[in-house]
């Protein structure tokens, strides 16, 4: 999958409602741009998503996701604040 890793396909699958594929598809993306915001935002949003819309506690990230997710937001708006 990670060879079809697009944010055109990830914004595709956003927007027809598979916000599991779509949030993968960012993750790939964050790691390998882990500064880009616009996908920080967007991975922030999905997982919001996920926990809300996943009657399936198993589909929706991982608490450790979620964690590495916000730490990795936190340290992209320190580093903005220095500059």
Same mark, same amino acid.
């Given at each position: 999958?990670?060879? $079809?890793?697009?944010? #055109?396909?990830?914004? *595709?699958?956003?927007?027809?409602?598979?916000?599991?594929?779509?949030?993968?598809?960012? +993750?790939?993306?964050?790691?390998?741009?882990?500064?880009n915001k616009e996908i920080q935002d967007k $991975?922030?949003?999905? #997982?919001?998503?996920? *926990?809300?819309?996943?009657?399936?506690?198993?589909?929706?990230?991982?608490?450790?996701? +979620?964690i590495r997710l916000l730490k990795k937001w936190?340290?992209?708006?320190?580093?903005?604040?220095?500059?």
């Amino acid at each position: 999958m990670e060879h $079809l890793a697009t944010k #055109t396909l990830a914004e *595709i699958y956003y927007q027809q409602g598979h916000f599991q594929e779509a949030y993968e598809i960012f +993750k790939i993306l964050l790691e390998k741009d882990p500064n880009n915001k616009e996908i920080q935002d967007k $991975l922030i949003e999905l #997982t919001e998503k996920l *926990i809300l819309s996943s009657s399936n506690p198993q589909l929706a990230p991982s608490k450790e996701e +979620k964690i590495r997710l916000l730490k990795k937001w936190l340290a992209n708006i320190q580093e903005k604040r220095r500059t």
